[in-house]
């Protein structure tokens, strides 16, 4: 089994920005992504990328956010600028095997354990 582990969470203040990490035990995926959800709310699908390197993004997050991934560090990255309150929640790292069609509602087998994002205003 994969395992993938998210860094790079913590608390910054509206208009700020982070950057977070997920390191993976080796690479196998050819789908990754980032998920969130905040207290009460169900998780939502933040951004995917392909092994091709296609990406998609939430609405919320267009331009704003960029997923991207090193594979020769075997490593899946989240750059979040102009963070608002309401970015804030646990994100999670997220990786499958979908060779088409990969985005928020593929399938992903393997799942980090989080790091939580606070955004104060």
């Known amino acids: 089994q994969v395992q993938l582990v998210e860094s790079g969470g913590g608390s910054v203040q509206a208009g700020g920005s982070l950057r977070l990490s997920c390191a993976a035990s080796?690479?196998?995926?050819?789908?990754m992504g980032w998920f969130r959800q905040a207290p009460g709310k169900e998780r939502e699908g933040v951004a995917t990328?392909?092994?091709?390197?296609?990406?998609i993004y939430t609405d919320s997050v267009k331009g704003r956010f960029a997923i991207s991934k090193d594979n020769s560090k075997n490593t899946l990255y989240l750059q979040m600028n102009d963070l608002s309150p309401s970015d804030s929640a646990m994100y999670y790292c997220?990786?499958?095997?979908?060779?088409?069609?990969?985005?928020?509602?593929?399938?992903?087998?393997?799942w980090g354990q989080g790091t939580q994002v606070t955004v104060s205003s």
């Open positions: 990328i392909a092994h091709d390197g296609a990406t």
């Open positions: 080796e690479y196998r995926h050819l789908c």
């Open positions: 997220a990786g499958g095997n979908v060779m088409y069609g990969c985005g928020p509602r593929s399938y992903f087998a393997s």
